[in-house]
């Protein structure tokens, strides 16, 4: 590696560190932290982003990045070098244009956000954290305006965790999704007899279902001497660094899948986040940027594998020493795939879950545009939701407040969930060409293989690539529907006996 690119390396490894502490404190909070600590919590994070956002819009950097661009001199664009300087230049343009009490404002109103969120949901409580919400929204309006060249507002927001993806493109294929979703559902309501979940609920101790995510996870390759588990209000994954992975659940002892595919999907993203090659960590590469391709990862775990026929077989007997409950694979897989509109994002099948997403993509454009007030989100929220799922919301912890988003000001976010879907359907199908045998071997719980061809392929580039370039490195075409709905319809043909 030329002097240049090594001077650039060394001062972006100082804001990797930073990075790391920001996560540590924010998984702290939604873990570990009490309640009355959010004051110092939120003032804390906002210091910690302004000292990152001031050290990295530096002149200091655009130096040392116009210096590592000319000792390049010739080397591969896909290389770890050349792309290292094109991803740093790329995210110091975007950051420079931001003002650096914006950017502390953004971490501070993020952390409070949450704090507030976290007591409106348990109460149900829409009132209280609508002024919290307003200032995020309005946050992420000043932060739109610090942007131009862009097609629509919305862009700007997209543009940070889908890297070069547009609001139009991502209407396109959710249109194509809905369009095929919304008569599946139908078909599937009507043959809703078919299909017995009864068994999956009744009560399920948490120190059994722990027991069960326990041994389910280790055959997925959490390993204690690098991963934690712990329990938040809104599941999620962190990294603090390669071999620090900290996933959480949430227990639900009346139904024990929630809990068990939730880890599940949140062990996937922590498998992406281990697997970042050694020699990108500490750099912006190491930063994982698409959430698509994150989440791609923690829904294929989930329902390819997890709600799989071939996973079936080896869950089967785990749920039946771990929780006492007697179903065979046969019967395990057909109840947990039971597709039934309900209000909770987390916990919805696969077949609805892309409809709570195109509802919350089209209420935040509104938002951003100001075509939709705050005050009228929870009556625009319960509208949409009758008109898509047919269900009267009974209140807003079930509806406008039960994901944690829009608290800590991630606005934009929430597309990448359905994309990651499509990625994955593409994946999918690409690892059973490639991997020979795979279904046996998930049958016989051994899901290193899938795990080593998601390392190879996806996990250890890091953000050397967007989601785009990696599918057409991989695949060899964009993000599509097809492969997903293939997947997703002979799954429910099977599930269900029907055809589809
Ligand atoms: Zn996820």
Known sequence: MSEPVEQLRN????????????????????????????????????????????????????????????????????????????????????????????????????????????????????????????????????????FDGYDCHYDVLLDDYEPGMRTAEVARLFGQLKEELVPLIATLREHADRVDDAPLHGRFPVESQRRLVERTLALMGFDPMGWRLDEAVHPFATSVGRDDVRITTRWDESYFPAALFGAMHECGHGLYEEGIAAELQRTPLGQTESLGLHESQSRLWENMVGRGRSFSSALAPLVRECLG???????????????????????????TYGLHIILRFELEQELIDG??????????????????????????????????????????????YALGNLIAGELWERAHADVADLEERIAAGQLAPLREWLRENVHRHGSKFTAVELLERVVGRPIEVGPFLSYLKAKLADVYRLEL
């Open 325 to 351: 409950v007697g179903l065979d694979a046969e019967r395990l897989y057909r109840a947990v795939n039971k597709v039934r509109p309900s209000f909770i994002r987390v916990e919805a099948d696969e077949a």
């Open 371 to 416: 075509a939709l007030a705050i005050s009228d989100l929870p009556a625009a929220w319960n509208e949409r939701f009758r008109a898509s799922f047919g269900l009267e919301v009974p209140d807003d912890a079930h509806g406008v407040l039960q994901d944690v988003h829009w608290s800590a000001g991630l606005i934009g976010y929430f597309p990448t």
């Open 11 to 146: 001062h972006l490894a100082t804001l990797s560190d930073l990075h790391n502490a920001a996560a540590l404190l924010q998984w702290d909070q939604q873990t570990m932290m009490p309640p009355r600590g959010r004051g110092a919590r939120a003032e804390t994070a906002a210091t910690l982003r302004r000292i990152a956002h001031e050290r990295f819009t530096a002149s200091e950097t655009g130096a040392l990045i116009d210096a590592a661009r000319a000792a390049l001199d010739g080397a591969p664009p896909d290389s770890d070098e050349a792309r290292l300087v094109a991803v740093a230049r790329r995210r110091w343009e975007k950051a420079r244009r931001v003002p650096v009490e914006l950017a502390a404002e953004l971490a501070r109103a993020a952390s409070i956000g949450h704090e507030v969120w976290v007591q409106a949901r348990a109460e149900s409580n829409f009132a209280l954290f609508e002024p919290y919400l307003r200032h995020n929204v309005e946050l992420a309006c000043q932060y739109v305006a610090c």
